[in-house]
C-alpha cells in the first residue's frame, strides 16, 4: 500500500527540502517564471497556489503566516499587493508547468514553472541594461583617443 508516500524527497533531508522550497518560492514570486528540474517544478506549484491564496485575504495574520513561511518582506509585499490584486477573479490555477527538454549534463527532464498571466519584465528585474554599459565604453573609448 502506499500510505504516507504523499511528496517527493528529491533525495534530500527535510531541513534542506523545505529551504530549497522555499528559496524556489521567493524567486518565483520575484521573477514570475523560473526554470528547474521536473519533480522540483511539480513540487512547487501547489505550495505557490497556496501561498497566492493566502494571500488573497489581506489581513495581519495572513501577512505573519507568509512571512513565516517565505522569510523576505519582499516577497511578501509583492503576494499582497501585486499578485492577490491580478488573481482576485481566479479561483485557482495560479501557476502552469511547462517541459522543457532535458539538461546538457545529466540528461535531467528540465520544466519552466511560471506564473498564469505574469509580468514578462518581471524577468529582467536584476539584468543590468545593456544599453547604457555599451554607451559609456563608446565614450570611454572615444575620449582615449
Given at each position: 500500500?502506499?500510505?504516507?508516500?504523499?511528496?517527493?524527497?528529491?533525495?534530500?533531508?527535510?531541513?534542506?527540502?523545505?529551504?530549497?522550497?522555499?528559496?524556489?518560492l521567493n524567486s518565483l514570486i520575484k521573477y514570475e517564471q523560473i526554470t528547474t528540474?521536473?519533480?522540483?517544478?511539480k513540487e512547487l506549484k501547489p505550495l505557490i497556489d497556496k501561498v497566492i491564496t493566502?494571500?488573497?485575504?489581506?489581513?495581519?495574520?495572513?501577512?505573519?503566516?507568509?512571512?513565516?513561511?517565505?522569510?523576505?518582506?519582499s516577497s511578501v509585499v509583492k503576494v499582497f499587493d501585486?499578485?492577490?490584486?491580478?488573481?482576485?477573479?481566479?479561483?485557482?490555477?495560479?501557476?502552469?508547468?511547462?517541459?522543457a527538454g532535458f539538461r546538457y549534463g545529466d540528461d535531467a527532464p528540465m520544466a519552466i514553472i511560471e506564473l498564469?498571466?505574469?509580468?514578462?519584465?518581471?524577468?529582467?528585474i536584476d539584468k543590468p541594461k545593456k544599453i547604457e554599459t555599451e554607451k559609456k565604453e563608446e565614450t570611454q573609448v572615444a575620449a582615449t583617443k
Open positions: 500500500m502506499r500510505h504516507g508516500l504523499g511528496h517527493r524527497k528529491l533525495n534530500r533531508t527535510a531541513e534542506h527540502r523545505k529551504a530549497l522550497f522555499q528559496n524556489m528540474t521536473l519533480p522540483k517544478a493566502i494571500g488573497k485575504k489581506n489581513n495581519l495574520s495572513n501577512k505573519k503566516r507568509l512571512f513565516s513561511k517565505l522569510q523576505d518582506k501585486v499578485l492577490s490584486s491580478r488573481y482576485l477573479k481566479r479561483q485557482g490555477g495560479y501557476s502552469r508547468v511547462l517541459k498564469v498571466d505574469r509580468n514578462v519584465e518581471a524577468k529582467k
